[in-house]
């Protein structure tokens, strides 16, 4: 489990995929393989931005308001408050 606090964190998923989560937010990796990414966002805010985006690479966000996967586009994602 990753918990920023008062901080902020940005990792990079895969190549070219970008995860920004934001202040007092919580994630969880389920999956943390290249080819088959699953996270959980547990509360807060994430952000992901994807420049490149493999046809191979599957990438899951899980949560209470947005189970599923997600398109080669960036999203902003909300989680519980």
């Given at each position: 489990?990753?918990?920023?606090?008062?901080?902020?964190v940005e990792m990079?998923?895969?190549?070219?995929?970008?995860?920004?989560?934001?202040?007092?937010?919580?994630?969880?990796?389920?999956?943390?393989?290249?080819?088959?990414t699953e996270l959980?966002?547990?509360?807060?805010?994430?952000?992901?931005?994807?420049?490149?985006?493999?046809?191979?690479?599957?990438?899951t966000v899980t949560?209470?308001?947005?189970?599923?996967?997600?398109?080669?586009?960036?999203?902003?994602?909300?989680?519980?408050?």
């Open positions: 489990m990753l918990s920023t606090g008062a901080g902020k990079l998923l895969t190549p070219g995929v970008f995860l920004r989560l934001g202040e007092n937010s919580q994630l969880r990796m389920v999956s943390p393989g290249l080819a088959d959980a966002l547990v509360s807060g805010q994430a952000t992901i931005e994807a420049d490149y985006f493999s046809k191979d690479n599957h990438l949560g209470e308001r947005f189970p599923g996967p997600l398109e080669p586009i960036a999203r902003r994602l909300r989680g519980p408050s």
